[in-house]
Protein backbone atom coordinates (compact mmCIF):
# COMPACT_ATOMS: atom_id res chain seq x y z
CA UNK A 1 0.00 0.00 0.00
CA UNK A 2 1.27 3.49 -1.11
CA UNK A 3 1.67 6.09 2.15
CA UNK A 4 -1.02 7.02 4.72
CA UNK A 5 -3.05 4.58 3.83
CA UNK A 6 -3.11 2.63 7.66
CA UNK A 7 -5.96 3.96 10.24
CA UNK A 8 -4.14 2.43 13.60
CA UNK A 9 -0.19 2.38 14.77
CA UNK A 10 0.89 -0.34 17.30
CA UNK A 11 4.06 0.20 18.30
CA UNK A 12 5.42 -2.96 19.90
CA UNK A 13 4.60 -5.55 18.36
CA UNK A 14 5.17 -8.81 21.05
CA UNK A 15 2.45 -11.07 22.04
CA UNK A 16 -0.11 -8.10 23.16
CA UNK A 17 0.42 -6.14 20.57
CA UNK A 18 0.45 -7.86 17.60
CA UNK A 19 -2.42 -10.23 18.56
CA UNK A 20 -3.99 -6.55 19.06
CA UNK A 21 -3.51 -5.38 15.69
CA UNK A 22 -4.58 -9.05 14.30
CA UNK A 23 -7.81 -8.64 16.09
CA UNK A 24 -8.15 -4.89 14.50
CA UNK A 25 -7.85 -6.19 11.16
CA UNK A 26 -10.10 -8.57 11.92
CA UNK A 27 -12.86 -6.11 12.04
CA UNK A 28 -11.63 -4.51 8.39
CA UNK A 29 -9.15 -2.12 10.32
CA UNK A 30 -6.65 -0.69 7.93
CA UNK A 31 -3.14 -1.51 10.69
CA UNK A 32 0.13 -0.64 10.75
CA UNK A 33 2.94 -2.15 13.51
CA UNK A 34 6.57 -0.77 14.29
CA UNK A 35 9.05 -2.73 16.25
CA UNK A 36 13.08 -2.87 16.10
CA UNK A 37 13.19 -6.64 16.13
CA UNK A 38 12.71 -7.38 12.42
CA UNK A 39 11.35 -10.49 12.99
CA UNK A 40 8.31 -9.17 14.78
CA UNK A 41 7.11 -6.85 12.36
CA UNK A 42 7.35 -10.41 9.32
CA UNK A 43 5.64 -12.17 11.76
CA UNK A 44 2.52 -9.57 11.84
CA UNK A 45 2.60 -9.61 8.19
CA UNK A 46 2.51 -13.38 8.11
CA UNK A 47 0.01 -13.95 10.63
CA UNK A 48 -2.19 -11.28 8.78
CA UNK A 49 -2.44 -12.02 5.51
CA UNK A 50 -4.88 -11.23 3.65
CA UNK A 51 -5.74 -8.09 5.94
CA UNK A 52 -4.71 -4.69 5.54
CA UNK A 53 -1.70 -5.33 7.65
CA UNK A 54 1.73 -3.57 7.33
CA UNK A 55 4.39 -4.11 9.72
CA UNK A 56 7.57 -1.77 9.57
CA UNK A 57 11.31 -1.01 11.58
CA UNK A 58 11.50 2.19 10.55
CA UNK A 59 9.69 4.89 12.44
CA UNK A 60 9.41 7.30 9.65
CA UNK A 61 8.48 5.56 7.59
CA UNK A 62 5.69 3.65 10.07
CA UNK A 63 4.46 7.11 10.85
CA UNK A 64 4.82 8.20 7.34
CA UNK A 65 1.97 5.39 6.38
CA UNK A 66 -0.78 6.65 9.07
CA UNK A 67 -3.87 8.63 8.26
CA UNK A 68 -3.89 11.85 9.62
CA UNK A 69 -4.31 12.86 12.04
CA UNK A 70 -2.50 9.82 12.99
CA UNK A 71 -3.46 7.31 15.48
CA UNK A 72 -0.99 5.46 17.86
CA UNK A 73 -0.95 2.87 20.43
CA UNK A 74 2.52 1.61 22.67
CA UNK A 75 2.17 -1.38 24.26
CA UNK A 76 6.04 -1.50 25.50
CA UNK A 77 7.26 -2.15 28.75
CA UNK A 78 6.43 0.52 31.43
CA UNK A 79 8.93 2.85 32.89
CA UNK A 80 11.59 4.57 30.98
CA UNK A 81 10.53 2.82 27.85
CA UNK A 82 7.66 4.30 27.48
CA UNK A 83 8.98 7.82 27.86
CA UNK A 84 11.99 6.91 25.93
CA UNK A 85 8.99 6.05 22.78
CA UNK A 86 7.41 9.16 23.34
CA UNK A 87 10.44 11.15 22.70
CA UNK A 88 11.44 9.48 19.70
CA UNK A 89 7.59 10.12 18.43
CA UNK A 90 7.18 13.78 19.24
CA UNK A 91 9.14 15.47 16.33
CA UNK A 92 7.31 13.14 14.04
CA UNK A 93 3.94 14.20 15.23
CA UNK A 94 1.86 16.88 14.70
CA UNK A 95 -0.91 18.66 17.03
CA UNK A 96 -4.06 16.88 16.91
CA UNK A 97 -2.26 13.42 16.83
CA UNK A 98 -3.40 10.74 19.24
CA UNK A 99 -1.21 8.26 21.12
CA UNK A 100 -2.43 5.82 23.64
CA UNK A 101 -0.40 4.17 26.01
CA UNK A 102 -1.94 0.36 26.44
CA UNK A 103 0.75 -1.01 28.90
CA UNK A 104 0.90 -1.38 32.64
CA UNK A 105 2.21 2.01 33.53
CA UNK A 106 2.17 3.38 36.87
CA UNK A 107 -0.65 5.92 36.94
CA UNK A 108 1.65 8.65 38.58
CA UNK A 109 3.59 8.05 35.20
CA UNK A 110 0.57 8.52 32.93
CA UNK A 111 -0.25 12.00 34.91
CA UNK A 112 2.60 13.46 34.07
CA UNK A 113 2.49 12.09 30.74
CA UNK A 114 -1.12 13.75 29.84
CA UNK A 115 0.09 17.15 31.28
CA UNK A 116 3.57 16.86 28.88
CA UNK A 117 1.79 16.23 25.72
CA UNK A 118 -1.21 18.02 26.14
CA UNK A 119 0.65 21.12 26.76
CA UNK A 120 2.43 20.10 22.98
CA UNK A 121 -1.76 19.80 21.13
CA UNK A 122 -1.22 16.14 21.10
CA UNK A 123 -4.46 13.85 22.54
CA UNK A 124 -2.76 11.50 25.15
CA UNK A 125 -4.61 9.12 27.18
CA UNK A 126 -4.02 5.44 29.34
CA UNK A 127 -6.07 2.69 28.39
CA UNK A 128 -5.49 -0.84 30.53
CA UNK A 129 -5.90 -3.48 28.65
CA UNK A 130 -6.62 -7.58 30.25
CA UNK A 131 -6.94 -10.58 29.05
CA UNK A 132 -3.16 -11.27 27.83
CA UNK A 133 -2.79 -13.23 24.63
CA UNK A 134 -6.20 -14.79 24.14
CA UNK A 135 -7.78 -11.65 24.81
CA UNK A 136 -6.24 -9.49 23.04
CA UNK A 137 -6.82 -11.86 19.56
CA UNK A 138 -10.71 -12.47 20.39
CA UNK A 139 -11.34 -9.54 22.59
CA UNK A 140 -10.15 -7.64 25.75
CA UNK A 141 -11.63 -6.24 28.23
CA UNK A 142 -10.33 -2.20 28.08
CA UNK A 143 -10.14 0.39 30.63
CA UNK A 144 -9.39 4.06 28.61
CA UNK A 145 -9.13 7.27 30.97
CA UNK A 146 -7.65 10.51 30.12
CA UNK A 147 -8.42 12.30 26.98
CA UNK A 148 -12.36 11.87 26.14
CA UNK A 149 -11.71 13.65 22.65
CA UNK A 150 -9.48 10.44 21.59
CA UNK A 151 -11.43 7.91 23.14
CA UNK A 152 -14.13 9.06 21.19
CA UNK A 153 -12.13 8.84 17.91
CA UNK A 154 -11.26 5.45 19.21
CA UNK A 155 -14.71 4.49 20.67
CA UNK A 156 -15.92 2.48 17.13
CA UNK A 157 -12.84 0.42 16.94
CA UNK A 158 -12.38 -0.31 20.60
CA UNK A 159 -16.31 -1.34 21.07
CA UNK A 160 -15.55 -3.74 17.95
CA UNK A 161 -12.49 -5.59 19.09
CA UNK A 162 -13.61 -6.09 22.93
CA UNK A 163 -14.97 -8.75 24.53
CA UNK A 164 -18.92 -8.70 24.95
CA UNK A 165 -21.46 -9.92 27.54
CA UNK A 166 -24.82 -10.21 26.66
CA UNK A 167 -24.06 -8.27 23.33
CA UNK A 168 -22.28 -5.08 25.72
CA UNK A 169 -18.87 -4.48 24.75
CA UNK A 170 -16.58 -4.80 27.86
CA UNK A 171 -14.63 -1.50 27.11
CA UNK A 172 -15.88 2.24 28.51
CA UNK A 173 -14.64 5.61 28.95
CA UNK A 174 -12.86 5.44 32.55
CA UNK A 175 -12.51 8.72 33.30
CA UNK A 176 -10.18 11.72 33.65
CA UNK A 177 -6.12 12.00 33.71
CA UNK A 178 -4.91 8.60 34.22
CA UNK A 179 -7.89 6.75 36.28
CA UNK A 180 -8.27 3.91 33.20
CA UNK A 181 -3.92 2.84 34.57
CA UNK A 182 -5.68 3.20 37.60
CA UNK A 183 -8.39 0.98 37.71
CA UNK A 184 -6.10 -1.63 35.54
CA UNK A 185 -4.12 -1.24 38.30
CA UNK A 186 -6.56 -2.24 40.94
CA UNK A 187 -7.60 -5.18 38.15
CA UNK A 188 -4.49 -6.83 38.81
CA UNK A 189 -4.22 -5.94 42.76
CA UNK A 190 -7.48 -8.08 42.64
CA UNK A 191 -6.11 -10.61 40.41
CA UNK A 192 -3.25 -10.72 42.89
CA UNK A 193 -5.67 -11.76 45.75
CA UNK A 194 -7.74 -14.08 43.40
CA UNK A 195 -4.73 -16.37 42.01
CA UNK A 196 -3.21 -16.70 46.33
CA UNK A 197 -6.56 -18.05 47.31
CA UNK A 198 -6.63 -20.51 44.57
CA UNK A 199 -2.86 -21.31 45.47
CA UNK A 200 -4.06 -22.02 48.90
CA UNK A 201 -6.96 -24.32 48.31
CA UNK A 202 -4.09 -25.83 46.22
CA UNK A 203 -2.11 -26.35 49.06
CA UNK A 204 -5.44 -27.54 51.28
CA UNK A 205 -6.32 -30.12 49.02
CA UNK A 206 -2.33 -31.67 48.30
CA UNK A 207 -1.03 -30.78 51.88
CA UNK A 208 -4.01 -31.36 53.95
CA UNK A 209 -6.54 -33.54 52.29
CA UNK A 210 -3.47 -35.70 50.43
CA UNK A 211 -5.25 -35.55 47.18
CA UNK A 212 -3.37 -35.84 44.11
CA UNK A 213 -3.23 -33.45 41.26
CA UNK A 214 -6.10 -35.06 38.97
CA UNK A 215 -8.35 -35.05 42.04
CA UNK A 216 -7.72 -31.85 42.75
CA UNK A 217 -8.16 -31.05 39.00
CA UNK A 218 -11.06 -32.43 39.06
CA UNK A 219 -12.53 -29.72 42.16
CA UNK A 220 -11.85 -27.35 40.15
CA UNK A 221 -13.60 -28.43 37.29
CA UNK A 222 -16.31 -28.59 38.95
CA UNK A 223 -16.44 -25.86 40.84
CA UNK A 224 -15.86 -24.28 37.51
CA UNK A 225 -19.23 -25.39 36.60
CA UNK A 226 -21.34 -23.15 39.57
CA UNK A 227 -20.78 -20.22 41.25
CA UNK A 228 -16.97 -20.02 41.17
CA UNK A 229 -17.27 -20.25 37.64
CA UNK A 230 -14.32 -17.80 35.94
CA UNK A 231 -11.52 -17.60 34.03
CA UNK A 232 -8.96 -18.53 36.72
CA UNK A 233 -10.53 -21.38 38.24
CA UNK A 234 -10.99 -22.54 34.44
CA UNK A 235 -7.35 -22.21 33.21
CA UNK A 236 -6.64 -24.04 37.05
CA UNK A 237 -8.15 -27.04 36.01
CA UNK A 238 -6.38 -27.49 32.94
CA UNK A 239 -2.90 -26.99 34.63
CA UNK A 240 -3.68 -30.06 36.88
CA UNK A 241 -3.80 -32.47 34.10
CA UNK A 242 -1.47 -31.18 31.64
CA UNK A 243 2.03 -33.20 30.53
CA UNK A 244 4.45 -32.93 28.83
CA UNK A 245 4.31 -35.16 25.74
CA UNK A 246 5.72 -38.43 27.13
CA UNK A 247 5.84 -37.71 30.60
CA UNK A 248 4.87 -39.71 33.36
CA UNK A 249 3.75 -36.62 35.61
CA UNK A 250 2.26 -33.20 35.85
CA UNK A 251 4.11 -30.12 34.74
CA UNK A 252 3.50 -28.65 37.89
CA UNK A 253 5.46 -30.34 40.02
CA UNK A 254 8.37 -29.76 38.23
CA UNK A 255 7.66 -26.06 38.50
CA UNK A 256 9.45 -23.77 40.75
CA UNK A 257 7.32 -22.55 43.87
CA UNK A 258 8.82 -19.08 43.41
CA UNK A 259 6.62 -16.48 42.17
CA UNK A 260 7.63 -13.06 39.77
CA UNK A 261 5.44 -9.98 39.69
CA UNK A 262 5.87 -7.49 37.38
CA UNK A 263 4.85 -4.67 39.95
CA UNK A 264 1.13 -3.95 39.63
CA UNK A 265 0.50 -5.69 42.97
CA UNK A 266 2.60 -4.29 44.53
CA UNK A 267 1.85 -0.34 43.13
CA UNK A 268 -1.75 -1.55 43.94
CA UNK A 269 -0.74 -2.09 47.94
CA UNK A 270 1.37 1.41 47.88
CA UNK A 271 -1.22 3.63 46.53
CA UNK A 272 -3.71 1.61 49.05
CA UNK A 273 -2.14 2.99 52.28
CA UNK A 274 -1.49 6.60 49.98
CA UNK A 275 -5.67 6.77 50.19
CA UNK A 276 -5.52 4.86 53.57
CA UNK A 277 -7.90 2.40 52.17
CA UNK A 278 -7.32 -1.15 53.70
CA UNK A 279 -6.79 -3.98 50.99
CA UNK A 280 -5.12 -6.64 53.44
CA UNK A 281 -6.13 -9.90 50.85
CA UNK A 282 -4.08 -8.11 47.85
CA UNK A 283 -1.74 -6.90 50.53
CA UNK A 284 -0.63 -10.62 52.17
CA UNK A 285 -1.21 -11.93 47.78
CA UNK A 286 2.58 -9.28 47.40
CA UNK A 287 3.80 -10.36 50.39
CA UNK A 288 3.24 -14.18 49.94
CA UNK A 289 5.10 -13.94 45.88
CA UNK A 290 7.84 -12.02 47.88
CA UNK A 291 8.04 -14.77 50.92
CA UNK A 292 8.66 -17.00 47.95
CA UNK A 293 11.59 -15.71 46.74
CA UNK A 294 13.16 -16.90 50.38
CA UNK A 295 13.67 -20.47 49.19
CA UNK A 296 16.46 -21.49 50.57
CA UNK A 297 15.69 -19.82 54.07
CA UNK A 298 12.43 -21.37 53.75
CA UNK A 299 13.76 -25.32 52.70
CA UNK A 300 15.84 -24.27 55.95
CA UNK A 301 13.62 -23.40 57.81
CA UNK A 302 11.30 -26.80 57.12
CA UNK A 303 14.28 -28.83 58.47
CA UNK A 304 14.38 -27.03 61.08
CA UNK A 305 10.79 -27.17 62.32
CA UNK A 306 9.87 -30.43 60.43
CA UNK A 307 7.84 -31.39 63.51
CA UNK A 308 5.20 -29.40 62.80
CA UNK A 309 2.36 -29.50 60.37
CA UNK A 310 -0.08 -32.19 59.61
CA UNK A 311 -2.73 -33.30 57.45
CA UNK A 312 -6.65 -31.86 57.81
CA UNK A 313 -8.81 -34.44 59.57
CA UNK A 314 -11.88 -34.11 58.35
CA UNK A 315 -14.45 -35.50 56.12
CA UNK A 316 -13.58 -35.25 52.67
CA UNK A 317 -16.86 -34.64 50.88
CA UNK A 318 -18.14 -32.10 53.98
CA UNK A 319 -14.48 -30.26 53.70
CA UNK A 320 -14.44 -30.07 50.25
CA UNK A 321 -18.03 -27.77 50.52
CA UNK A 322 -16.60 -25.93 53.18
CA UNK A 323 -13.43 -24.97 51.05
CA UNK A 324 -16.04 -24.00 48.32
CA UNK A 325 -17.72 -21.74 50.93
CA UNK A 326 -14.47 -20.45 51.90
CA UNK A 327 -12.86 -19.42 48.64
CA UNK A 328 -16.58 -17.79 47.65
CA UNK A 329 -16.74 -15.92 50.45
CA UNK A 330 -12.92 -14.86 50.22
CA UNK A 331 -14.19 -13.53 46.25
CA UNK A 332 -16.21 -11.70 47.51
CA UNK A 333 -14.43 -9.93 50.11
CA UNK A 334 -11.36 -9.39 47.65
CA UNK A 335 -13.31 -7.71 44.94
CA UNK A 336 -14.82 -5.59 47.95
CA UNK A 337 -11.48 -4.07 48.79
CA UNK A 338 -10.92 -3.34 45.16
CA UNK A 339 -13.80 -2.04 44.51
CA UNK A 340 -13.78 0.13 47.84
CA UNK A 341 -10.11 1.20 46.72
CA UNK A 342 -11.69 2.43 43.36
CA UNK A 343 -14.43 4.60 44.91
CA UNK A 344 -11.91 6.42 47.26
CA UNK A 345 -9.94 6.90 44.69
CA UNK A 346 -12.59 8.59 42.83
CA UNK A 347 -13.09 10.71 45.16
CA UNK A 348 -9.26 11.57 46.35
CA UNK A 349 -8.18 12.28 42.84
CA UNK A 350 -11.33 13.32 41.07
CA UNK A 351 -12.05 10.00 38.58
CA UNK A 352 -15.91 10.30 38.49
CA UNK A 353 -15.49 6.42 38.41
CA UNK A 354 -18.94 4.88 37.47
CA UNK A 355 -18.29 1.22 39.35
CA UNK A 356 -21.38 -0.12 37.46
CA UNK A 357 -19.17 0.32 34.68
CA UNK A 358 -16.37 -1.08 35.83
CA UNK A 359 -17.99 -3.59 37.27
CA UNK A 360 -20.14 -4.50 33.74
CA UNK A 361 -16.73 -4.45 31.58
CA UNK A 362 -14.42 -6.52 33.46
CA UNK A 363 -17.23 -9.62 33.22
CA UNK A 364 -16.13 -10.75 29.79
CA UNK A 365 -12.45 -10.86 28.60
CA UNK A 366 -10.78 -9.61 31.47
CA UNK A 367 -8.00 -12.14 33.97
CA UNK A 368 -10.55 -11.44 37.01
CA UNK A 369 -13.64 -12.17 34.92
CA UNK A 370 -16.00 -14.43 36.86
CA UNK A 371 -19.90 -15.33 37.52
CA UNK A 372 -20.06 -13.93 40.39
CA UNK A 373 -19.17 -9.75 38.67
CA UNK A 374 -22.85 -10.51 37.25
CA UNK A 375 -23.28 -10.03 41.17
CA UNK A 376 -21.37 -6.89 41.49
CA UNK A 377 -22.39 -5.22 38.27
CA UNK A 378 -26.49 -5.51 39.80
CA UNK A 379 -24.84 -3.98 43.26
CA UNK A 380 -23.97 -0.78 41.80
CA UNK A 381 -26.48 -0.55 39.19
CA UNK A 382 -29.30 -0.91 41.66
CA UNK A 383 -27.33 1.81 44.11
CA UNK A 384 -24.33 3.87 42.28
CA UNK A 385 -23.88 5.81 45.70
CA UNK A 386 -23.05 2.16 47.43
CA UNK A 387 -20.23 3.09 49.80
CA UNK A 388 -19.00 -0.65 50.24
CA UNK A 389 -19.88 -4.02 48.09
CA UNK A 390 -20.46 -5.34 51.73
CA UNK A 391 -23.10 -3.21 52.49
CA UNK A 392 -25.80 -4.72 49.55
CA UNK A 393 -28.53 -6.82 50.59
CA UNK A 394 -27.66 -9.00 47.84
CA UNK A 395 -24.23 -9.71 48.31
CA UNK A 396 -25.03 -10.13 52.43
CA UNK A 397 -26.82 -12.94 51.68
CA UNK A 398 -24.23 -14.82 49.59
CA UNK A 399 -21.54 -14.11 51.55
CA UNK A 400 -23.44 -14.69 55.01
CA UNK A 401 -24.61 -18.27 53.93
CA UNK A 402 -20.74 -18.94 52.94
CA UNK A 403 -19.20 -17.56 55.95
CA UNK A 404 -19.23 -20.71 57.97
CA UNK A 405 -16.96 -22.15 55.73
CA UNK A 406 -14.69 -19.94 55.30
CA UNK A 407 -14.45 -19.75 59.67
CA UNK A 408 -13.95 -23.94 59.42
CA UNK A 409 -11.26 -23.88 56.22
CA UNK A 410 -9.32 -20.70 58.68
CA UNK A 411 -9.44 -23.02 61.61
CA UNK A 412 -8.75 -26.44 59.69
CA UNK A 413 -5.16 -24.51 58.71
CA UNK A 414 -4.40 -23.36 61.90
CA UNK A 415 -4.52 -26.47 63.40
CA UNK A 416 -2.60 -28.28 60.55
CA UNK A 417 0.05 -25.98 60.12
CA UNK A 418 -0.75 -24.93 56.60
CA UNK A 419 -0.51 -21.93 55.05
CA UNK A 420 -3.71 -19.64 54.07
CA UNK A 421 -2.93 -15.91 55.31
CA UNK A 422 -5.41 -14.80 52.47
CA UNK A 423 -7.99 -16.43 53.42
CA UNK A 424 -7.68 -15.80 57.09
CA UNK A 425 -6.67 -12.15 56.48
CA UNK A 426 -10.13 -12.14 54.13
CA UNK A 427 -12.00 -13.41 57.41
CA UNK A 428 -10.46 -11.15 59.65
CA UNK A 429 -11.09 -8.18 57.40
CA UNK A 430 -14.70 -9.41 57.25
CA UNK A 431 -14.89 -9.63 61.06
CA UNK A 432 -12.92 -6.32 61.97
CA UNK A 433 -15.19 -4.47 59.04
CA UNK A 434 -18.70 -5.95 60.83
CA UNK A 435 -17.24 -4.51 64.44
CA UNK A 436 -18.99 -1.84 64.98
CA UNK A 437 -16.89 -0.51 68.40
CA UNK A 438 -13.43 -1.70 67.85
CA UNK A 439 -10.70 -2.36 70.35
CA UNK A 440 -8.33 0.74 68.12
CA UNK A 441 -9.66 3.56 71.30
CA UNK A 442 -6.57 1.30 73.42
CA UNK A 443 -4.21 2.48 70.53
CA UNK A 444 -5.49 6.04 70.39
CA UNK A 445 -5.22 6.10 74.60
CA UNK A 446 -1.57 4.94 74.03
CA UNK A 447 -1.02 7.11 71.92
CA UNK A 448 -1.97 9.74 73.63
CA UNK A 449 -0.12 8.27 76.52
CA UNK A 450 3.52 8.26 75.25
CA UNK A 451 3.21 11.07 72.74
CA UNK A 452 0.11 13.09 73.45
CA UNK A 453 -1.13 12.84 70.42
CA UNK A 454 -4.49 13.46 71.84
CA UNK A 455 -7.70 11.19 71.09
CA UNK A 456 -11.36 12.33 70.33
CA UNK A 457 -14.15 11.38 72.55
CA UNK A 458 -17.59 9.93 72.00
CA UNK A 459 -20.74 12.93 72.29
CA UNK A 460 -18.24 15.54 72.41
CA UNK A 461 -16.47 17.94 70.03
CA UNK A 462 -13.16 18.66 69.90
CA UNK A 463 -9.91 16.53 70.86
CA UNK A 464 -8.86 15.93 74.11
CA UNK A 465 -5.17 15.05 76.16
CA UNK A 466 -4.90 13.34 79.60
CA UNK A 467 -1.74 12.73 81.97
CA UNK A 468 -2.25 9.07 82.03
CA UNK A 469 -0.08 8.58 85.42
CA UNK A 470 2.12 11.95 87.26
CA UNK A 471 5.06 13.11 84.53
CA UNK A 472 7.33 11.07 87.18
CA UNK A 473 6.21 8.03 87.21
CA UNK A 474 6.57 7.63 83.62
CA UNK A 475 9.17 4.61 83.04
CA UNK A 476 11.16 5.58 80.15
CA UNK A 477 13.55 2.51 80.07
Known sequence: MS???????????????????????????????????????????????????KGFVSLPDFIESLTSPRTIIMLVPA??????????????????????????????????????LQSKGIHFFGMGISGGEAGARRGPSMMPGGDKHAYEVMKPVFEAIAAKVDGDPCVTYIGPG????????????IEYGLMQLIAETYSLLKNGLKMDNAAIGDVFDQWDQGRLQSFLINITKDIFRYREPGADHELLDDIKDEAKAKGTGKWTSQAAMDLETPIPTIDIAVSQRDLSKYKKLREQAAELYSGEGRGIDAVKQEYLTALEEAFFASMIITYAQGMHMLLKASRE??????????????????????????SIYQAYEKNPQLEHLLLDEGVKTQLTAAL???????????????????YATSLSYFDAFRTGRSALNLIQAQRDYFGAHLYEIIGKEGVFHTEWVPKEEVDLE
Not at 406 to 417: D, F, I
Request: proline share 2%.
Open 349 to 374: YGYELQLTEIAKIWRGGCIIRSKFLN
Open 178 to 189: ASGHFVKMVHNG
Open 3 to 53: AQQYTIGMIGLGTMGRNLLLNMADHDVAVAGYDTDASKAELLETEGQGKRV
Open 404 to 422: PGLRTVVTSAVQSGIAAPA
Open 79 to 116: GKVVDSVIANLEPLLNQGDILIDSGNSHFTDTNRRVAE
